[in-house]
């Protein structure tokens, strides 16, 4: 590149996007990169504060930002995304499928840790859905050595692009309502429309509810006839406190699941259990996912019908950003609340 006055510009090729800005009008580019000036556009350019313009001369070794942005792209672009046009040096990259988006933070960490280059995402284990921006990328400068892009396409060069999109696969489900007095009939249950309220919101059928009381073996049946059924997930609502007379955990623990986790440093939520029996996940939710908006059950739910094997440690990572504010209206998923170091 090169800096000329635009009153001598007439012949010579823009190198970037010239945007344009009228209040209340327009914010775009007036003059697209690789444009060749002409005479009547030298007012317009005075007019939008443009006295001197870089054009474009080639030097070896160097790149445009565009090609500097494609390479970046392709750090980042996987299944289920497409990327739209390149403007004004930047290129986004879209969802096209519902599911939940894994980052590689370290790699990404490292890209934007280069200078000069730049990727944004949304926050790890977002909730996407067809359509969403996850991602922008753009070089800093209007052109960038090929060897400062080198190193770019190094740190991406291995077995995955730094984004993922895990598409959702769980559509059904089974609940066991657990407490004697909903099988009795003292009370009416009013959890299970909540959990299948929340389902729903994923697509995700229920299509069986059984009322187990608290007999802790009959319990431990129910979940394995729904898993051997072909249950893809079970959830057991309620008895997960240390009261003696809640059996769900110890249930739970008797069909010879793998307990993941009973615990969550999430409030509200601390008493959620994550367990797999074979693969098939099979849920223990506190009370206080009857009455609360927001628990550890909506913060692990989309990645557990991602089938993305959840660990102690993911769990454990929550902590930061585990405490819901409970701010009304609430702005869930766009808050801080499970956003925090996992």
Known sequence: MKLIKTVDAVGHMICHDM????????????????????????????????????????????????????????ACENEHMEHGDIKEGKIELRATT???LEIDTERLKKINSLGEVMIATIANHSVVHAGDTIAGMRVIPLSIAAEHMDEVASIASSLHPILTIKPFVITDCTILVTGSEVKKGLISDTFSPVVERKLKEYGI????????????????????????SGASMVICTGGMSVDPDDRTPGAIKATGARI??????????????????????????????????????????????????LTAHDIAGVGEGGLCMKCSPCHFPNCSFGKGGH
């Not at 030298?42 to 070896?60: A, D």
């Open 98 to 100: 519902d599911g939940i």
């Open 260 to 309: 993941v986790s009973y615990g969550a440093p999430v409030l509200p939520g601390a008493m959620f259990l994550v367990s797999y029996l074979g693969d098939v996940p099979v849920l223990g939710l506190p009370g206080c996912v009857m009455y609360s908006a927001r628990t550890a059950f909506d913060l692990f739910l989309p990645r557990i019908i991602a089938h993305i094997p």
């Open 19 to 74: 945007t344009q800005i009228i209040v209340g009008v327009t914010k775009d580019a007036r003059f697209r990169k690789g444009h060749i000036v002409q005479e009547e556009d030298i007012p317009i350019l005075l007019s939008m504060g443009k006295e001197h313009l870089y054009v474009w001369e080639m030097q070896e070794g160097m790149l445009h930002e565009d090609e500097g942005a494609v390479i970046l792209c392709q």
């Open 205 to 228: 059928a229920v299509t069986n509810i059984v009322q187990t009381g608290d007999d802790q073996a009959f319990i431990t049946e129910s979940i394995k006839d729904a898993v051997a």
